[in-house]
């Protein structure tokens, strides 16, 4: 049962990693930060990831089923790929028994990375960091 | 030629500006991150724990704690809680047991106590004349789960005031009873904004809320503030019958009546709502 510090580590173990960050995305908090960020500046790549995760968890045609949770066991949404000229922008939802809008987000090298890899890992790594 | 005068408008009542201090928050705070204080810091919005320097616990009445936090949607059962401050409260190590003991995973105990931080923070740092007392040496049960410098706690609260300023920046529904409009615009609801539009009832507040809900109170005020926005709800006080009681805490029962904004036509509140607008920008 890791905490955030060794999720976030473990994510900069994946091949092309860049950097990472554990995100509330209701506050656009950082909640835990490793490695680089687009522009230098976690917090702020943060408030932007918020506002993208906001975006896909509110609306209808992303997250379909209108009344679900995201605070329970299995979010509307798992996961959303951001792909630009050199990197993959990966953003897991992280699912709690508490209320809470927190996702893991992952920046990753386009030419070492390997995104299918990374969204399993992810997304395992999202299920353990809240193991009861 | 007829020439007509026309008579000046009155003026139109100003209100005061929502005030976002930019840095500074407490200067008795960044003095004691620099000493690597220990103890506690008490003000008029709340408490801060620190331990040599750090934020390790906040607690604000506008809040749900840790504990409601847990408690509320079932993540930890009140006994196994109330086991835990039993046990471990007196050493200062609640968290610690907690983990420890398999009652909760490590990783969710940290976001949740960050979470909860944070979001008292914002509430203990809020605009405050009031003295302000540190007691040195007091060391909070919960023990330490992920300590926070000061320097990012105060970045963040001003990063929230303005991020409630630039959704709507009349800080109207954020203290006062909340009211839903008598005839609101069409609206797509999120659903976390539901569950909040759900339980106004011209007698809860956005913190009575949070604790009915078990959600941190700024996220209630996020949506809050979005839901004035789009006039779909109102402080209960604007121009009509405010209630005689205030709310003496989570278990109140709801108004019989549901009362609604006294302007029933949309068109005047739309024209109200963007004079209240204009005014506090």
């Not at chain 2, 320097?53 to 749900?64: H, R």
């Not at chain 2, 007691?135 to 409630?164: D, F, K, M």
């Not at chain 2, 005689?244 to 509140?269: F, V, Y």
Request: net charge negative; aromatic share 4%; proline share 8%.
């Amino acid at each position: 049962m890791p905490g955030i510090d060794e999720c976030l580590l473990e994510a900069m173990r994946l091949p092309g990693a860049r950097g990472a960050a554990v995100v509330d995305w209701t506050s656009g908090l950082a909640l835990g930060t490793v490695g680089d960020s687009p522009g230098g500046d976690h917090e702020r790549t943060a408030a932007e990831a918020a506002e993208l995760a906001r975006l896909a968890a509110e609306h209808r045609a992303f997250a379909p089923e209108g009344d679900a949770d995201w605070s329970e066991n299995a979010c509307p949404v798992e996961d959303l790929i951001i792909a630009n000229r050199d990197s993959y922008h990966l953003l897991r939802f992280v699912p709690t028994t508490f209320d809470s809008s927190v996702f893991l987000h992952l920046w990753l090298a386009r030419e070492e990375g390997n995104l299918a890899l990374a969204r399993i890992r992810l997304g395992e790594m999202a299920g353990r960091l809240v193991l009861g | 030629m007829t020439t007509v005068r026309m008579p000046s408008p009155p003026p139109l009542p100003l209100r005061q500006r929502a005030q976002i201090p930019s840095a500074g928050l407490s200067p008795m705070l960044d003095r004691l991150a620099g000493e690597r204080a220990t103890g506690v810091l008490m003000r008029e919005g709340g408490m801060l724990y620190l331990s040599e320097g750090q934020v390790v616990y906040a607690e604000s009445p506008a809040t749900p704690g840790l504990d409601a936090l847990l408690i509320t949607r079932g993540t930890l059962d009140a006994d196994g809680w109330r086991e835990a401050v039993a046990q471990a409260g007196a050493r200062q190590r609640v968290g610690r047991f907690l983990v420890d003991s398999g009652r909760i995973g490590e990783g969710a105990l940290e976001l949740c106590h960050l979470g909860a931080l944070y979001d008292a923070a914002y509430f203990v740092l809020g605009p405050s004349s009031a003295p302000v007392h540190f007691r040195y040496g007091e060391a909070h049960w919960l023990g330490p789960v992920h300590p926070v410098p000061v320097a990012a706690l105060e970045r963040e609260t001003v990063r929230r005031r303005e991020l409630l300023h630039g959704i709507w920046p009349d800080p109207a529904t954020d203290e006062a009873p909340l009211v839903r409009a008598a005839r609101p615009a069409k609206l797509t609801v999120t659903p976390r904004q539901s569950a909040v539009l759900d339980r106004i009832d011209g007698v809860r507040t956005a913190a009575d809320i949070s604790r009915a809900l078990g959600r941190p109170a700024f996220h209630t005020l996020v949506d809050v503030r979005r839901l004035a926005a789009a006039g779909v709800i109102a402080p209960s006080g604007v121009g009509g019958g405010r209630p005689s009681a205030e709310p003496a805490g989570g278990g109140t029962s709801p108004a019989p009546t549901e009362p609604t904004l006294p302007h029933a036509d949309p068109h005047i509140t739309l024209l109200k709502r963007l004079r209240d607008a204009l005014e506090a920008l």
